[in-house]
């Protein structure tokens, strides 16, 4: 079964920027379910950004303006932009396609 495989985590300061990159074992289609979840210790999952089948995306508020969901040409990575990363934002960051989850990749923001 296919599994989108996270990679891009790691320890950065308060302020600072990561990008994370979820890589495919397909090209996904311009109208699969696409998401980046996270969760926070002790913290139920929750999602963080996402891109609808029709097109249209979605950011938890406290992320909106700082972070953004994009894929590549090729169609078979989709990456989240982090900017003016916060401790609140230090968690489990997993990536969706359609229905398939992967293992996550850890961020950790210090203050």
């Known amino acids: 079964q296919m599994q989108p495989v996270e990679s891009g985590g790691g320890l950065v300061q308060e302020g600072g920027s990561l990008t994370l990159s979820c890589s495919y074992s397909r090209m996904i289609d311009s109208r699969d379910y696409r998401a980046w979840y996270r969760q926070a210790p002790g913290k139920q999952r929750e999602m963080v950004a996402e891109i609808h089948r029709n097109g249209n995306t979605n950011y938890a508020r406290s992320v909106r303006g700082r972070f953004t969901i994009f894929g590549d040409s090729a169609k078979t990575t989709l990456s989240l932009r982090m900017n003016s990363l916060k401790p609140e934002d230090t968690g489990v960051y997993f990536c969706?396609?359609?229905?398939?989850w992967g293992q996550g990749t850890q961020v950790t923001v210090s203050s």
């Open positions: 969706v396609i359609v229905t398939q």
